[in-house]
């Protein structure tokens, strides 16, 4: 597998976060509340009807972000990678207004790790996955392995 460095960054926070979310689920935090209010700014129970459809969102999105740097998986991939763009281009959209005070309290939790962690990171995604959606992916196994077998036929190649 060929992937870019853009999809496996995109891919590898996708895969951090799922991963982060398994381990809340195996291990519940001591004070859920706090931990949700430090994460979301809202109350939500950390449960696994609540974390397990996360996870496996979240890992769909990093698989089709690899399938679509390597320049496969077809238009469903295509379809997941772009929601997921516009997904984390709208949260640090949010971000941005949240860190310039609108509807959060600056001594929150929170709003320090939105303003330093969150939204940084989803406009780098946003902008990566937007990188990853324009480029024309990386088809060249199948280009040679073509080649290869032209040759083959022909009896200039032998493997």
């Known amino acids: 597998m060929n992937i870019s460095r853009t999809g496996a960054f ?7 976060d799922a991963l982060a979310h398994l381990f809340w689920l195996i291990r519940p935090a001591a004070d859920p509340r706090a931990l949700s209010l430090a994460v979301l700014n809202f109350e939500v129970p950390f449960t696994a009807r609540i974390l397990l459809p996360l996870i496996l969102l979240l890992s769909m999105a990093a698989l089709s972000v690899v399938a679509v740097s390597n320049g496969r998986g077809g238009w469903v991939a295509k379809a997941v990678t772009l929601a997921l763009g516009t997904g984390v281009l709208v949260r640090g959209e949010l971000g941005l207004a949240w860190a310039f005070g609108s509807g959060t309290d600056t001594g929150t939790p929170f709003y320090w790790l939105n303003l330093f962690i969150y939204t940084p990171l989803c406009l780098t ?5 937007g990188f990853i959606l324009m480029s024309p992916g990386r088809r060249g196994d199948d280009i040679d392995d073509r080649f290869l077998d032209v040759g083959d036929r022909a009896g200039l190649v032998g493997r």
Do not use: F, I, N, R
């Not at 995604?125 to 996955?129: E, F």
């Open 125 to 129: 995604m946003a902008v990566a996955v």
């Open 10 to 16: 995109v891919a590898a926070v996708l895969l951090l």
